[in-house]
């Protein structure tokens, strides 16, 4: 399957992340899974033809989630997103001190993992969610309206 927008994007030239996924005047947010980037050093490590993976999305589901519990302020930013990529951010201190429910920071904090094999799959998330979010009510009425769709 080919995708429109590059899966691996160097990180020694933005030229193309600003092509395909920001502005570069303006990098409010990134949410462009860590994985997906390499640096000049990594490129023989890192195959040209790789694919897109779930847990990619579940990366970028994270931030999302992250950016409306914390009322708007996005999670990371190109140079905090290169940052955390590298181990030298961690977001987990913030993280609990905007969002008051602790389950969901680690729910959070799971789904932006930095190795994307610890990250937890999309139906591990709605277990969790249903089982330590929501009101056990949600699943039922949620399952029911997409159901009508």
Not at 55 to 79: R, T
Not at 126 to 144: A, E, G, M, R, T
Request: glycine share 4%; hydrophobic share 40%.
């Amino acid at each position: 399957m080919h995708t429109y927008k590059p899966v691996l994007i160097a990180d020694d030239n933005l030229k193309e992340y600003n092509q395909f996924f920001g502005d570069l005047d303006n990098n409010i947010r990134c949410y462009i899974a860590p994985e997906r980037w390499y640096s000049p050093i990594e490129k023989g490590e890192k195959s040209l033809d790789s694919e897109l993976k779930p847990a990619m999305d579940i990366f970028s589901a994270g931030c999302v989630i992250a950016e409306i519990l914390m009322n708007g302020l996005p999670l990371f930013d190109l140079a905090r997103l290169q940052q955390y990529r590298r181990g030298f951010f961690d977001p987990t201190d913030e993280l609990k001190k905007r969002i008051g429910d602790q389950k969901m920071v680690s729910l959070i904090l799971s789904m932006i993992n930095r190795e994307p094999k610890n990250r937890p799959s999309i139906s591990d998330c709605i277990s969790d969610w249903n089982k330590n979010v929501f009101p056990s009510s949600f699943s039922k009425v949620l399952f029911q309206i997409g159901a009508s769709f």
